[in-house]
T-cell receptor, first 115, second 114 residues
Framework: KQEVTQIPAALSVPEGENLVLNCSFT??????LQWFRQDPGKGLTSLLL?????REQTSGRLNASLDKSSGRSTLYIAASQPGDSATYLC??????????????FGKGTKLSVIP | KAGVTQTPRYLIKTRGQQVTLSCSPI?????VSWYQQTPGQGLQFLFE???????NKGNFPGRFSGRQFSNSRSEMNVSTLELGDSALYLC?????????????FGNGTRLTVT
C-alpha cells in the first residue's frame, strides 16, 4: 500500500529565506507527483505536476524535483514571503488498475513565513 | 475560466439525517473525484467518475454514494449521518481520462454533524 510522508509537519521561517519541503513515498510505481497549497478553510491549489519521467518542474519562485527511484520529492521555495504561509501537500498517482484513478496524499507541511 | 464549484460551502446536520453535496467541474473536464479531509486522517479518496461511470471507490461504508450526470456535474450523498462524518469534502476535476493532467480542486463543503 502506497504511503506518503511529509516531514516536518510544521515549519516557521523568516521572510526572504529559501526553503525546502520534503515528500517521500514508499512505492516508486507512480505516474506522477503533484504539489498543492491549501490556505485555511479553503480547497487545494495545484502548484506543480511532475511526470514520472521528469526530474523537475519550475513555476516562478517554486521548483519541484522528483527522484522516483529513491521515493523522494522536494519543493523549493525561493525568497519566501508572508503570502507563502499555507499548508503544502504532495500527492502521488500510483500505477495499477483502478487505483490509478485516485491520488494518495501526505498530511502536509504547515509553513509560516514570519515578516 | 471558472474553477471547480462546490455547493453549499457549509452544512450543519443532525445525526441520522442524510445530505447531498454538489460539484460542478471546470468546463470541459469530464473526470470528477471526491475526497474527505479530516485533521486526523488527512485527505482520503471517496470515489472517481468519468462519463457517468464510477471507476473507483475508496474504503468508505455504503452510506457514502455518488453519481455523475451527463453534463459532468457530480453529487455525493451521505445517508444516516454519524458524528465522524464531520469533515471538509473536496471535489476535484481533471481535463481528460488519462493520468497526465493535474487535478483541480474546489473550495469544499464543510459538513458538521451534531
Amino acid at each position: 500500500k502506497q504511503e506518503v510522508t511529509q516531514i516536518p509537519a510544521a515549519l516557521s521561517v523568516p521572510e526572504g529565506e529559501n526553503l525546502v519541503l520534503n515528500c517521500s513515498f514508499t512505492d516508486s510505481a507512480i505516474y506522477n507527483l503533484q504539489w498543492f497549497r491549501q490556505d485555511p478553510g479553503k480547497g487545494l491549489t495545484s502548484l506543480l505536476l511532475i511526470q514520472s519521467s521528469q526530474r523537475e518542474q519550475t513555476s516562478g519562485r517554486l521548483n519541484a524535483s522528483l527522484d522516483k527511484s529513491s521515493g523522494r520529492s522536494t519543493l523549493y521555495i525561493a525568497a519566501s514571503q508572508p503570502g507563502d504561509s499555507a499548508t503544502y501537500l504532495c500527492a502521488v498517482r500510483p500505477i495499477g488498475g483502478a487505483g490509478s484513478y485516485q491520488l494518495t496524499f501526505g498530511k502536509g507541511t504547515k509553513l509560516s513565513v514570519i515578516p | 475560466k471558472a474553477g471547480v464549484t462546490q455547493t453549499p460551502r457549509y452544512l450543519i446536520k443532525t445525526r441520522g439525517q442524510q445530505v447531498t453535496l454538489s460539484c460542478s467541474p471546470i468546463s470541459g473536464h469530464r473526470s470528477v473525484s471526491w475526497y474527505q479531509q479530516t485533521p486526523g486522517q488527512g485527505l482520503q479518496f471517496l470515489f472517481e467518475y468519468f462519463s457517468e461511470t464510477q471507476r473507483n471507490k475508496g474504503n468508505f461504508p455504503g452510506r457514502f454514494s455518488g453519481r455523475q450526470f451527463s453534463n459532468s456535474r457530480s453529487e455525493m450523498n451521505v445517508s444516516t449521518l454519524e458524528l465522524g462524518d464531520s469533515a471538509l469534502y473536496l471535489c476535484a476535476s481533471q481535463r481528460q481520462s488519462s493520468y497526465n493532467s493535474p487535478l483541480h480542486f474546489g473550495n469544499g463543503t464543510r459538513l458538521t454533524v451534531t
